[in-house]
């Protein structure tokens, strides 16, 4: 079992930048794609990016293409969500999530196909 840690959330203005981590525990990462999902409040957890466990591949939510960069260093055992140009719709709480696969399938959306998540940190996007 792998036990996994965001950090980096905090309050920014709009136009502004934030970095977040999550940091993994308990077992190498370095077999897992890897996923940054988020939540507002009152409305379902949504999909922002995933990783292959490489870093050879990465998939975007439309509404953060751009914007947002995945990243990962296997040697920390840690994942990277890279936020730019954030809006206030992007105010949400973000987990991120370990994939029970190596590589990005067709959906990588899918929660079902992600057996670790973190606990979140809150991101809120000031207007």
């Known amino acids: 079992q792998v036990q996994l840690v965001e950090s980096g959330g905090g309050l920014v203005q709009a136009g502004g930048s934030l970095r977040l981590s999550c940091a993994a525990s308990g077992r190498t990462l370095s077999n897992s794609a890897m996923g940054w999902f988020r939540q507002a409040p009152g409305k379902e957890r949504e999909f922002v990016a995933a990783?292959?466990?490489?870093?050879?591949?990465?998939s975007y939510a439309d509404t953060v293409k751009g914007r947002f960069t995945i990243a990962r260093d296997n040697a920390k055992n840690t994942v990277y969500l890279q936020m730019n140009s954030l809006k206030p719709e992007d105010t949400a709480v973000y987990y991120c999530?370990?994939?029970?696969?190596?590589?990005?399938?067709?959906?990588?959306?899918?929660?079902?196909?992600?057996?670790?998540w973190g606990q979140g940190t809150q991101v809120t996007v000031s207007s």
């Open positions: 999530a370990a994939s029970r696969f190596t590589f990005l399938r067709v959906n990588p959306a899918f929660l079902g196909d992600y057996n670790n």
């Open positions: 990783i292959t466990w490489s870093g050879g591949m990465t």
